[in-house]
């Protein structure tokens, strides 16, 4: 087995601190972070609790400890979803994305041998998202994270089709994280809004870019969906029936087969199951799926790429592809200067 | 090859003609049909059409035509889910059954040869529903299609548990089919409820189940869900790692790993990809993938049964299983009398 320098794609960072962002916007509903003793915080919403978490969320020395350990060469920072504020008014949510931003580029610049970033946008304001996107490409980040939906807007909308525009005009990498789980007030057990709901989410945000023909008309766009597409891949086959059977309902903006853009755009290697990944691999190409883990949160793999390391029957070839040259390629990046 | 006689499990069917609802109840909400020339008919709800079907939704002979171009030997026949009615007053719902279950009686006992039966019940009162299941059992019915949900309740509910309950002591089949599909509202274009909101809807119907510890309850309940269990097969690996990671949330009500109870409950092939079915059937266990088609709705397969004759590396043991002996043991039939 082939040592190669793995990329994780899917990790999510915050600042250790940021301003009360209800006093800075003057209404609530942002998130805030209240620390414990030096390991822990709260995350919390008006005052109400909702996530713990550790020092590895924002402590880049913690992180680096920890990719020694897994063998983690270098981690892609993004945002956490609930820090998206696409509900807030634009001006407030551009300001807060230039916070995380800046925030992310500065931990980056501080160890770039060891992280590469992605950007968040105000994407409820796709005009103001676009410029931001601009500064995040200046800033040296590699693109940007967004989520599966912009409120009442889905993926095809036209103003998030502004945004698509510039990240494939200025060649930045796109990576789409579920949030705001659809059905969740039909789920208050058993953190089915993250078994069920983020797998939809990340269905209906793929669905909507291709019967929406965003993949159609901006074939350059590099995508990457979040936890290996969600339920997609284990569907493809009811999208191209459907496609088949209802060109009334699903080729209204695009004529072209869904199928067609198996191999157009990429998932993340989380599916916590060594034949789900294979069958992974068969559905998207082996060119296609880019090893994640959802660092540091605890849906995510626990030993980032221990269950590409349990996967013996992978070739070195594709082993490689996984952990590496598929992050290089969605990313953009240079090969040379991570070749690890 | 070898030829075996297939049985659809996954079919539906409607009365030609049935009551005025409106009228019968004296509110609306009800299905209404109305036939056009003899072979087509609208769907609607207080007056508003939503669906276009033909006479093979409601004709056993035109039915029977159709099963001798495709191969088929035996129809399940359950009503179309938009007809629960779970919404509706619980005696309402429980008159509205007795007449669809009725109805499907009269077909079978008519064609014994060519048809088995699935009733219809009242979910939302479920001491009326257990006795409806009990007269089903009488009219020879081999058991039950329910909803995903019903209404507030998941399928974890002690409510619903009464009617697993009954149909675990009364060895009657449970099969669970999507209705009433989540995050509907946000997937107005390109029949997205049906591509994504279903698939999520097979998987919270699973995740309630095991993590309310249904199956762990009632280990000899037979039950099977509809499209190849949706999205559940590939997020088997999330469902396990939550439970892992975050038991305070996912354990709370039964601690037994999800993945215990794959082999325990069975789901249709219906995922029109070969690589997926070659997928469901590692993970569900080859006896516990079971022949369904979705007749004569659109999403269904054209040709009932071509997939599985399209995938010659099948082996006849499995092709078999799938076609044959897997709806034998989840309908609970006497394997003589359906040897084909």
């Given at each position: 087995?082939?040592k190669?320098?793995?990329?994780?794609?899917?990790?999510?960072?915050?600042?250790?601190?940021?301003?009360?962002?209800?006093?800075?916007?003057?209404?609530?509903?942002?998130?805030?972070l209240h620390?414990?003793?030096?390991?822990?915080?709260?995350?919390?919403?008006?005052?109400?609790?909702?996530?713990?978490?550790?020092d590895?969320?924002?402590?880049?020395?913690?992180?680096?400890?920890?990719?020694?350990?897994?063998?983690?060469?270098?981690?892609?920072?993004?945002?956490?979803?609930v820090m998206?504020?696409?509900?807030?008014k634009?001006?407030?949510?551009?300001?807060?994305?230039?916070?995380?931003?800046?925030?992310?580029?500065?931990?980056?610049?501080?160890?770039?041998?060891?992280?590469?970033?992605?950007?968040?946008?105000?994407?409820?304001a796709?005009?103001?998202?676009?410029?931001?996107?601009?500064?995040?490409?200046?800033?040296?980040?590699?693109?940007?994270?967004?989520?599966?939906?912009?409120?009442?807007?889905?993926?095809?909308?036209?103003?998030?089709?502004?945004?698509?525009?510039?990240?494939?005009?200025?060649?930045?990498?796109?990576?789409?994280?579920?949030?705001?789980?659809m059905?969740?007030?039909r789920?208050?057990?058993?953190?089915?809004?993250?078994?069920?709901?983020?797998?939809?989410e990340?269905?209906?945000?793929?669905?909507?870019?291709?019967?929406?023909?965003?993949?159609?008309?901006?074939?350059?766009?590099?995508?990457?969906?979040?936890?290996?597409?969600?339920?997609?891949?284990?569907?493809?086959?009811?999208?191209?029936?459907?496609f088949?059977?209802?060109?009334?309902?699903?080729?209204?903006?695009?004529?072209?087969?869904?199928?067609?853009?198996?191999?157009?755009?990429?998932?993340?290697?989380?599916?916590?199951?060594?034949?789900?990944?294979?069958?992974?691999?068969?559905?998207?190409g082996?060119?296609r799926?880019?090893?994640?883990?959802?660092?540091?949160?605890?849906?995510?793999?626990?030993?980032?790429g221990?269950?590409?390391?349990?996967?013996?029957?992978?070739?070195?070839?594709?082993?490689?592809?996984?952990?590496?040259?598929?992050?290089v390629e969605?990313?953009?990046?240079?090969?040379?200067?991570?070749?690890?």
């Amino acid at each position: 087995m082939v040592k190669v320098p793995r990329i994780d794609i899917h990790t999510h960072i915050l600042p250790e601190t940021w301003p009360d962002l209800k006093e800075r916007y003057g209404y609530g509903g942002f998130v805030s972070l209240h620390h414990g003793d030096g390991c822990n915080a709260t995350m919390a919403i008006d005052g109400k609790p909702f996530r713990e978490i550790s020092d590895n969320c924002w402590s880049p020395e913690r992180r680096i400890e920890d990719c020694e350990v897994s063998g983690v060469s270098l981690q892609v920072l993004s945002t956490v979803p609930v820090m998206f504020s696409y509900w807030a008014k634009p001006a407030d949510a551009l300001d807060l994305s230039k916070i995380l931003n800046d925030h992310i580029s500065e931990v980056v610049n501080q160890y770039p041998d060891r992280f590469l970033g992605l950007g968040t946008l105000p994407m409820q304001a796709p005009d103001l998202a676009a410029r931001e996107l601009e500064r995040c490409k200046s800033l040296g980040l590699a693109g940007v994270e967004i989520g599966t939906h912009v409120n009442d807007w889905n993926l095809n909308a036209p103003e998030v089709f502004t945004v698509f525009q510039a990240a494939a005009d200025m060649d930045q990498a796109v990576f789409v994280h579920p949030w705001d789980m659809m059905g969740q007030e039909r789920m208050p057990q058993y953190w089915l809004p993250w078994l069920v709901g983020m797998p939809a989410e990340a269905s209906l945000a793929i669905g909507s870019m291709i019967f929406g023909g965003v993949f159609e008309r901006l074939p350059d766009l590099r995508v990457c969906f979040a936890h290996g597409g969600g339920a997609f891949p284990m569907t493809v086959g009811r999208f191209a029936r459907g496609f088949e059977a209802r060109p009334d309902l699903c080729a209204v903006d695009n004529d072209v087969d869904p199928r067609s853009y198996l191999g157009k755009f990429s998932v993340d290697s989380l599916v916590h199951d060594a034949g789900a990944l294979k069958y992974l691999l068969n559905v998207m190409g082996e060119n296609r799926v880019v090893f994640g883990s959802d660092y540091p949160f605890p849906l995510g793999e626990e030993s980032p790429g221990h269950l590409l390391d349990s996967m013996p029957d992978l070739s070195d070839a594709v082993r490689r592809k996984i952990s590496h040259d598929n992050a290089v390629e969605f990313l953009g990046l240079d090969p040379l200067s991570h070749a690890g």
